[in-house]
């Protein structure tokens, strides 16, 4: 956002200078539309709905919002799956709706990072359609297409992420395409040159109409190589990710952040390092997928390893200390609700929610904050599976439940893990349904609705919201928390989590507990110290003593 823009900035060892950009300061907040704010009482959330809710992001202080997808779609993938890139989907609102969203969040400062869903589109787009019914037309290279194997079935085995082989067989053209999430999403075939001149041209389109930026779905898959079987981080990535800076973003100011479910500190200056003209940061995920079971994935349980977590973050912390830029997050709307994951949602769910913010908000780079987690919202605990709504879980439960599993056994990891947990409905008030309809909501409203939702929060002297929004200012005033140097503390430590930020002679340092349990520390004398008390969830601490006694899930930042 231009008027926020750059200016020279010293860096933590003042020797150098870096160029300060608007969100390096910012706070990003993620809106699942569907689940956000319904305005006209058809049970899924909308654009007007984002609107009128505006005040309540500008109050805690948000920089920019990223908007999963409400471009034109059947939703077999909630969006994520677009049959006009240039058109909304009429249960979101329209066209007109959209530009009033810009320019409504731009008049209070806040930017709308669109999502670019474009490994893949909608298989009821139109040029899919073309594609489907003739070899002979240009639509058909748009996707990718193969020959049936020797046997006459499928090219390879590749499995879809979301259950399936990875090949569909189309009749009328005698061929398979390549989907590597559901059939309903075919993979685009970034290798035509028309195809990439057709997205770029759509980006510019939204970015003309005053958008902020992309968070790009996906985006480390488009430069695969399906008959080597290559697909994350493929030899094709790099090279298509500057021609599209060159093409599209060079001379803008605005943020884009990939999503990439593959890089890692060994590829990541690869997107974001300067010089490299491609993209501003990485939504990365080494961190979020140590909570996973290393053979069964996502929905076998496997109990949080604090000092894994703090490897996978803090190795970022080293990557980007000198070069590149890092996106913070716990959640999405992929991901279970973060304060029933990493804390607990039950008798600590305040000081739980407030520890984890405290984490990754003092953090460096630029944090994410996902509709809801500024009130501690939990996952919903179901106990049936057609209480879920998301393609994966159904999908991997039928799947599942055909090797053998007990239906009560995968309920037990989706009611950790599954994508839905995220995806119940915002909730505002008391009021029926959390606030957030007049009608039937899509998919369940989280019954803790009565104790958990905005205005009861607001109402809160000692709040999750208030802690958030001071959080959230620090960055904006604190040239520490900005800008900083990150140095992790007590590495091995089961319980704790630790850190310190440097910037010329100043420090802050942050301590979290990760435990249900009283946690007492001796510190080293470098780490000690009396200053001022940044932010803290239980007392005000002004000072880090030599013995340190932390309450259950207690977190503060003091600076000294
Ligand atoms: C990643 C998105 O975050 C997820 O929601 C979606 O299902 C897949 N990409 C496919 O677009």
């Known amino acids: 956002m231009s008027d926020l823009t750059t200016r020279p900035h010293p860096a933590p060892d003042a020797a150098s200078e870096i160029t300060e950009r608007w969100w390096h300061r910012a706070t990003g907040y993620q809106i699942y539309p569907r689940s956000f704010a319904d305005s006209n009482g058809d049970g899924m959330g909308d654009i007007p709905g984002i609107i009128a809710k505006l005040p309540h992001l500008s109050d805690l202080g948000i920089g920019f919002v990223w908007l999963s997808p409400v471009y034109a779609s059947p939703m077999v993938d909630n969006g994520y799956d677009i049959s006009d890139y240039r058109n909304i989907a009429p249960e979101f609102g329209t066209l007109d709706d959209m530009d009033r969203l810009i320019a409504a969040a731009r008049e209070r400062g806040i930017g709308i990072v669109m999502d670019l869903v474009v490994n893949h589109s909608s298989s009821l787009h139109a040029w899919f359609c073309k594609a489907r019914a003739a070899r002979d037309c240009p639509e058909h290279d748009y996707y990718i297409w193969r020959d049936p194997g020797p046997e006459g079935g499928p090219p390879d085995d590749a499995r879809a992420a979301f259950g399936g082989p990875a090949w569909t067989y189309v009749p009328e053209v005698g061929q398979y395409y390549f989907h590597y999430f559901s059939p309903a999403q075919p993979d685009l075939n970034w290798q035509n040159p028309a195809l990439r001149a057709e997205i770029h041209d759509m980006m510019r389109w939204w970015l003309d109409r005053g958008i902020a930026g992309f968070r790009m779905d996906v985006i480390s898959l488009i430069g695969k190589d399906v008959d080597a079987r290559l697909y994350e981080e493929g030899p094709h990535l790099h090279p298509f990710l500057q021609e599209m800076h060159r093409e599209v973003l060079a001379g803008r100011d605005v943020l884009t952040i990939g999503e990439s479910w593959s890089v890692s500190t060994e590829t990541g200056l690869l997107y974001c390092g300067r010089d490299r003209d491609e993209l501003d940061m990485v939504f990365e995920f080494s961190h979020i997928r140590e909570g996973w079971h290393p053979e069964l994935g996502k929905f076998a349980p496997k109990p949080f390893d604090l000092v894994a977590f703090k490897r996978a973050l803090f190795s970022w912390q080293d990557l980007t200390r000198e070069d590149g830029w890092h996106a913070l997050f716990l959640s999405n709307h992929d991901l279970p609700r973060q304060v029933s994951f990493y804390a607990d949602d039950q008798q600590f769910r305040r000081a739980g929610a407030k520890m984890l913010a405290t984490v990754l908000h003092l953090l460096k780079g630029t944090p994410f904050v996902y509709q809801g987690e500024e009130i501690g919202m939990t996952n919903a605990r179901f106990d049936r599976i057609d209480q879920y709504r998301d393609l994966e879980t159904l999908n991997h439960f039928e799947e599942q439940i055909a090797l053998g599993v007990e239906p009560e056994v995968f309920i037990t990891g989706a009611n950790r893990n599954s994508r839905d947990h995220s995806r119940t409905p915002m909730q505002w008030s008391d009021a029926p349904n959390g606030g957030f309809t007049t009608g039937t909501p899509w998919i369940e409203v989280n019954p803790n609705f009565c104790d958990i939702n905005v205005a009861q929060d607001l109402g809160d002297p000692d709040s999750i919201f208030t802690h ?65 008390a940044l932010v803290h969830s239980h007392a005000r601490r002004d000072e880090v003593p030599g013995q340190l006694d932390l309450a259950p899930f207690e977190s503060f930042a003091c600076q000294i």
């Open 468 to 532: 958030y929004r001071r959080l959230i200012a620090l960055r904006q005033q604190n040239d520490i928390v900005a800008f900083g140097h990150t140095r992790q503390l007590l590495a091995a430590d089961a319980g704790v989590l630790a850190f310190e930020r440097r910037l010329g002679g100043r420090r802050i340092v942050v301590f979290a507990n990760f435990t249900p349990h009283p946690q007492r520390r001796d510190l080293p004398e470098d780490v000690t110290g009396r200053g001022e």
